[in-house]
């Protein structure tokens, strides 16, 4: 097993973690971080390292821990990359996924009006995500792949 932090593993935000195990590869959340560390003077932006997924060779399932924006801000783009990739996570956190990536898009349009800033996805890139989306139920062990299972605990 390779576990590698592409965000969040000394930050508060961009949490996500690619998981290689069995001859597959896992992302764990996908966010970003609530504010660009260039806002802060610093190098670096909102998102986590995106780009080690594909020089890893792709991804075969994104699992969902919660809808906080610092762990499911960036799975639009993750999902535009890999359409076809199943994104679990439980109903609760679809639902609150949504709701918050409703208002995420209102406050990048007024950053777009307002500084010019370039919204990191739009209302079509939402809706493919809720596409992917497959909900499980807590203690259900849902399969990934041949011989590898997940399960969401309470």
């Given at each position: 097993m390779n576990i590698t932090f592409l965000g969040g593993a000394?930050?508060?935000?961009?949490?996500?973690?690619?998981?290689?195990?069995?001859?597959?590869?896992?992302?764990?959340d996908a966010g970003i971080r609530p504010t660009p560390k260039?806002?802060?003077?610093?190098?670096?932006?909102?998102?986590?390292?995106?780009?080690?997924?594909?020089?890893?060779?792709?991804?075969?399932a994104i699992l969902v821990t919660h809808a906080h924006t610092?762990?499911?801000?960036?799975?639009?783009?993750?999902?535009?990359?890999?359409p076809h990739v199943p994104v679990y996570a439980t109903p609760v956190t679809i639902e609150l996924t949504r709701v918050?990536?409703?208002?995420?898009?209102?406050?990048?349009?007024?950053?777009?009006?307002?500084e010019g800033e370039l919204p990191l996805f739009d209302e079509v890139a939402t809706a493919r995500l809720m596409s992917a989306f497959k909900p499980v139920q807590f203690n259900q062990p849902i399969s990934l792949a041949?011989?590898?299972?997940?399960?969401?605990?309470?």
């Open positions: 000394d930050e508060v935000g961009a949490s996500s973690i690619l998981i290689e195990i069995g001859g597959r590869r896992l992302l764990v260039a806002r802060w003077g610093l190098a670096g932006d909102q998102l986590p390292d995106l780009e080690q997924i594909a020089r890893s060779g792709g991804i075969d610092d762990h499911t801000g960036a799975l639009e783009l993750v999902v535009e990359r890999y918050l990536h409703q208002d995420a898009r209102r406050i990048m349009q007024m950053r777009l009006d307002e041949p011989g590898l299972t997940a399960t969401y605990f309470l």
